[in-house]
T-cell receptor, first 112, second 113 residues
């Protein structure tokens, strides 16, 4: 049963540490989104890729966040250095057709 | 900047009640509006709406889009406790061959027995 897989599911880290979140999109999907969800802001789009090329990362703080797709089966979101305000659930979603976004289960990040 | 506003932010009802959730939007290059249900984990897809006035229906849930007034509603009839969730509205901005989804903050629905 095809699904978007995210790892890790939970991450607790100290402020200043590097955090890497990984996403395996559904096989064959050519669009990958990274979202961050908090109580205050809801779901915010951080970045998205089409055919592995970054199309829009304007929602991402560039000084500490980076997103890449080293290959079609892996997307990464990195935070360096992490800060307490980065604590949130980070979702990856993938799609093939317009309007499609199948979500992974999310990575719950806590920065202490 | 694309904007999606949902109301109410939260709603508490009793089983059997009918609820209407609202979503208004401002977006350049509108392509579609989508509704998602989020329980404890990932959002799951409910509806995609592209044309005004055409109701989409799935069981007790239905939704309709008004592209002139820039809003959509999601109706749930005969609510059940299993309908308790956050309902998210998203709009798709399509520039050329690319597309992205902008989400509202959601409506938290609580259905009490």
């Amino acid at each position: 049963d095809a699904r978007v897989t995210q790892t890790p599911r939970h991450k607790v880290t100290e402020m200043g540490q590097e955090v890497t979140m990984r996403c395996q999109p559904i096989l064959g999907h050519n669009t990958v989104f990274w979202y961050r969800q908090t109580m205050m802001q809801g779901l915010e789009l951080l970045a998205y890729f089409r055919n592995r090329a970054p199309l829009d990362d304007s929602g991402m703080p560039k000084d500490r966040f980076s997103a890449e797709m080293p290959d079609a089966t892996l997307a990464t979101l990195k935070i360096q250095p992490s800060e307490p305000r980065d604590s949130a659930v980070y979702f990856c979603a993938s799609g093939l057709r317009e309007g499609e976004a199948f979500f992974g289960q999310g990575t719950r990040l806590t920065v202490v | 900047e694309d904007k999606v506003v949902q109301s109410p932010l939260s709603l508490v009802v009793h089983e059997g009640d009918t609820v209407t959730l609202n979503c208004s939007y401002e977006v350049t290059n509108f392509r579609s509006l989508l509704w998602y249900k989020q329980e404890k984990k990932a959002p799951t897809f409910l509806f995609m709406l592209t044309s005004s006035g055409i109701e989409k229906k799935s069981g007790r849930l239905s939704s309709i889009l008004d592209k002139k007034e820039l809003f959509s509603i999601l109706n749930i009839t005969a609510t059940q406790t299993g309908d308790s969730a956050v309902y998210l509205c998203a709009v798709e901005n399509s520039g050329g061959s690319n597309y992205k989804l902008t989400f509202g903050k959601g409506t938290l629905l609580t259905v009490n027995p």
